[in-house]
């Protein structure tokens, strides 16, 4: 009796099943000569699901696929013909084609432009004593790390040039497509314009997602990135500064604008397709510069990358009035810790102390200096990057191994602007951060003396 073929397997079979059947063949084999082996998986797959056909019908099939680019959906459909079952063909169905775009996907991206699942990059300030490395005598040179190379590398090339993680990443959303992209740029300064606010979040950053994948990209660069394409500006080259960029599968864009939505950002691009904002509705509420402004007025969240690291969000709103390090990292992460965030001052912004618990347990401290591999050092002045390296006072307790990236300073202002941070728990990431901070700002007798008096405060 002939073998009696599954509906979407007879509904094929009179032209377009041809060419799916090629496909399945050129996904199975990979070999360059495509038009032999093809042929060959070609007759296999005919006879394993029981068609009867002429040679000639065989040879259309294959100057057919030669024709036609490799499809994996189309791969998709012509294995799910094996199936009886409708729901076995819709699962399977959806498998490869999720396979299938796993190239296409949001991901953030190396330094060859390839998928990473999270990196972490440094722009050393402008140093005029490096005449040998011109990236960083120019204030472009930075260095690099990543989940597959955890050791800080000095890269050759200065961040403006157009072939390094950060340019491969945004790459990504110059060229996507603004129909099924959302894309979301915010900057307290605004790229290649005068525009800045001192009172919305201080917060600097880019995330763009497809409905698989996407990359959250925190960072300290004022007006980056461009709107229409990579330019490095002429304004961040004097300065250090840092970011680290997450890739993330699509449920957690919710974790992600969990967290913004505290920010109170200063948005410059926001593209919000209709099936994103069905899925996050607070997308809406981002999109229409809305922001948290009732209790809690602060938010930790465990977010989970693409590759399955653990990292703990911290976001503040401007309401809440407070120090996000040493008022909701310290004690969250129950832990000492050293913060750099640019120890500049004015009038009206001056830096907050370096505040010392009386305990020995969780001490906020500002950096001094900053020592880094390579021969570069510099002070705190200097250096516009936000980062946190967790550390124990006590010499018999080793230390947590935390590292945190943010963009919000340790500045009075600042206090009542929102922003957050990033913080990761890996030992190989904190020994590259351990000795970053080489010298902190000591707390004066006046700042240990306010500490204790909010310790009392505590209790009574």
Known sequence: MEHELPLIAREYHDGLFYVLSYYVSRCLSYLPLFTIDGSLMILISYWMIGLNNTWQQVLKSVLIAVLVEQSATSCGLFLAC?????????????????LG??????????????NVDWFVFYKLPHLWDHPSNFPISNGTGFMYFDV?????KLMPQGMDVPNNAVYYTLQQYYTSDNQTTFQYLYNDEWPDSTIWSNSSGHAKGVT??????????????????????????????????MGICISFNYASLGDVANQLFYYNTFTYKFNLPPKFAQSFPVLNQLQN????????????????????????????????????????????????????TWNHQSGDEYNLPSMCDPNHLQSTLSAK??????????????????????????PSKPA??????????????????????????????????????AETVP?????????????MNRYF
């Open 82 to 98: 094996l199936f009886e079952s409708t729901s076995m063909i819709r699962q399977f169905i959806l498998l490869i084609s999720l």
């Open 101 to 114: 775009t796993t190239n296409a996907a949001y991901q953030c991206k190396d330094n060859n432009g390839n």
């Open 148 to 152: 597959n190379n955890k050791n800080w």
């Open 208 to 241: 763009v997602f497809d409905q698989f994948t996407g990359f959250w990209m925190i960072h300290s660069i004022p007006k980056f990135p461009s709107i229409d394409m990579f330019r490095y500006p002429s304004n961040a080259h004097w300065y250090g500064q």
């Open 289 to 340: 510069q809305q922001y948290n402004r009732n209790p809690p007025l602060t938010s930790i969240r465990i977010m989970k990358s693409l590759g399955g690291q653990n990292f703990k969000h911290f976001a503040k709103t401007g309401e809440w009035g407070r120090d996000l390090y040493n008022d909701l990292v310290a004690p969250e992460l129950k832990s000492s810790i050293k913060v750099e």
């Open 369 to 394: 200096y900053i020592r880094l591999p390579f021969g570069v050092n510099y002070t705190s002045y200097e250096d516009h990057s936000k980062f946190v390296v967790a550390f124990s006072e006590n």
């Open 400 to 437: 947590i191994p935390y590292v945190c990236i943010g963009d919000i300073n340790r500045q009075s202002h600042q206090l009542h602007r929102g922003g957050g941070t990033m913080c990761i728990y890996d030992q190989d990431t904190y020994f590259q951060y351990a000795a970053v901070i």
């Open 443 to 455: 707390c004066s007798r006046a700042t240990v003396e306010k500490v204790e008096a909010l310790e």
